[in-house]
């Protein structure tokens, strides 16, 4: 079984040669994706919508170069900080304003 990482890196690498810079075209698709995704009662529709969500975020990370383990890793502390005490999102935001 591959890792995650590995896995990620080929989708990027085939979904780069699939979308050949068609970004409308992929924002109609995931929205259509997520629709499917939370509409659908069937679990491998489910998992079907997912996959193709993650494929195109796949193509933008790699156009866009995101680290998407960085990206994932902010927006998680950011939530844990909300989760912790909510009074501190808005000093940590301000925080971040004067910096």
Do not use: C
């Amino acid at each position: 079984m591959k890792h995650f990482e590995d896995l990620w890196n080929e989708a990027e690498e085939a979904s780069k040669q699939y979308f050949d810079n068609n970004q409308d075209m992929i924002k109609r698709e995931i929205i259509e994706d997520l629709d499917d995704l939370l509409l659908s009662t069937d679990q491998n529709d489910k998992i079907e919508a997912m996959g193709s969500i993650l494929l195109k975020i796949s193509y933008l990370s790699e156009k866009l170069n995101i680290n998407v383990y960085a990206a994932l890793k902010n927006e998680l502390d950011d939530l844990k900080i909300k989760l912790f005490d909510p009074s501190l999102e808005e000093e940590y935001t301000i925080k971040q304003i004067i910096e």
